[in-house]
């Protein structure tokens, strides 16, 4: 006969609580919005430590960014990698458009958590993501929130714009000026730095040369940090300086991106006189466009210095022109140390790069001492003068061993170059050492 023992019933595993976190966010930093974002993370806070099955894991909140992206909402993004260390079980969200107003963000995001067993519950909409037509809901639902946000973002556009056609604008942050109350006011420290920049580059200062005076002057920008040379152009770029503003120089094509484009016609600009102080006069302002024009006449990039050499350089191997590279060297001997011209197709990588020599500035305009000096009536140990290239010379062909001079008379000079200047520099050094050695023993003390 069978033998049968009764096995007693024990008592119920019971089970784990729900680590609980929420998540809220406002789209604009402003006191109202602040209001209500304190207050959903109260109302979160005191629902979840409510609920006995439920483990407090804390509320998540970003303030003042848009919700059609996730790269600068930091807080979602801290709340997602939580969710990926086994921190949360669920999260609470007040709506679709308060998770994500971007329908491809939101259905990759859901389906990530999805895979890691976390469940997002929307109270709005009554869905949670892990339920069986949850996914199907979100989608429809999604669609509609971004299509929301186009509406916004299309209405706002509309507004900017009719305030545009009237003459009116946003307050916005600009060096040299200091938005107060409802007008602009110059700041004098500030106006004294744009003044610089738009002289110095009138008299012919490169970018870089500009940037360099303003870091030895101590003149940084409002981060604190040295002008670069970007940051240079834009500010001669900028018409603001004038007094004048001209509007919609820019929009925003799509409101999910929040990519700017410049202008260049696709929508109308405006420009409204007499909206601002000016800190540079008209003046000023000519003789910064008249240089742009010389520059660019010699072929010149307009943020360059344009020399007599200028578009005047010839490569004899592939026919393009030699660009002007300054050097980074900073010792005392810079008349050896000028920078060098380089034919602009030895950039180019691989087989097809060209395979001319630099050219030094201190050895070109060595040759163009022996070879042109004496065309232009100058002394044997005469010191180098542009003037005499803009008179007498219409291009240089550059080859590895030679310098041809095609003379704006038709003839045609060559000359035979060698760089030189590694030699020339340490010869300079000896001779000051030994100057400095016969000073010093004349005057009885060592050197």
């Known amino acids: 006969m069978a033998t049968v023992t009764r096995l007693e019933r024990t008592a119920a595993a019971m089970p784990a609580k729900k680590r609980v976190a929420a998540y809220a966010r406002v ?42 992206g996730m790269r600068h909402r930091v807080e979602f993004q801290r709340l997602i990698a939580d969710c990926g260390k086994g921190m949360i079980d669920i999260i609470l969200t007040k709506s679709i458009s308060r998770f994500a107003r971007n329908t491809v963000d939101l ?59 009237q003459g009116s604008f ?76 001209i509007l919609q120089r820019t929009f925003v094509d799509d409101h999910i991106t929040h990519r700017k484009r410049l202008n260049r016609g696709q929508l109308p600009r405006f420009e409204v006189q007499g909206t601002h102080p000016p800190i540079i006069d ?31 350089l010839v490569c004899g191997h592939c026919g393009h022109t030699l660009t002007y590279t300054p050097n980074n060297w900073s010792g005392e001997l810079t008349e050896f140390q000028q920078g060098h011209y380089q034919c602009s197709h030895k950039r180019k990588h691989g ?25 232009a009536g100058a002394a044997s140990d005469a010191a180098f003068d542009p003037a005499w290239i803009d008179a007498l010379v219409e291009r240089v062909v550059v080859s590895s061993d030679a310098l041809e001079f095609h003379l704006n008379t038709g003839e045609v000079l060559a000359t035979p170059w060698k760089n030189t ?10 001779a000051v050492a030994r100057q400095r050695q016969q000073d010093a023993g004349s005057s009885g003390v060592r050197p």
């Open 421 to 430: 200047a590694k030699r020339d520099i340490w010869a300079h050094r000896r």
């Open 351 to 375: 087989a097809k790069a060209c395979p001319s020599k630099s050219l030094p500035v201190y050895t070109l305009r060595q040759v163009c001492c022996i070879a042109i000096g004496p065309l």
């Open 282 to 312: 008209d003046g000023l302002h000519a003789r910064v466009e008249a240089e742009r024009e010389r520059r660019r006449n010699l072929g010149a990039v307009r943020w360059r210095r344009a020399t007599c050499f200028t578009g005047r």
């Open 107 to 165: 259905l990759n995001t859901v389906r990530r958590l999805k895979a890691m067993g976390v469940s997002v519950r929307f109270e709005r909409e009554g869905l949670d993501s892990l339920s069986g037509d949850g996914e199907l809901m979100l989608s429809i639902l999604a669609s509609y929130a971004q299509e929301e946000s186009l509406s916004i973002s299309e209405n706002v556009k509309w507004g900017i714009r009719k305030r545009f056609a």
């Open 27 to 68: 789209s604009v930093d402003s006191e109202a919005p602040m209001e209500s974002l304190s207050a959903q993370i109260s109302h979160y806070s005191a629902r979840i430590q409510a609920n006995p099955s439920w483990d407090y894991a804390g509320v998540y909140a970003d303030a003042g960014i848009s919700g059609t």
């Open 170 to 245: 946003l307050a916005y942050r600009m060096y040299g000026y200091r938005w107060t109350g409802d007008r602009f006011e110059i700041v004098a420290d500030e106006a004294d730095a744009v003044r610089f920049m738009y002289r110095a580059f009138a008299d012919g200062m490169t970018l870089t040369e500009i940037s360099n005076a303003l870091a030895k002057r101590g003149i940084l920008n409002r981060k604190g940090v040295p002008f670069g040379k970007t940051s240079v152009m834009r500010i001669l770029d900028q018409e603001k300086y004038r007094g004048f503003s």
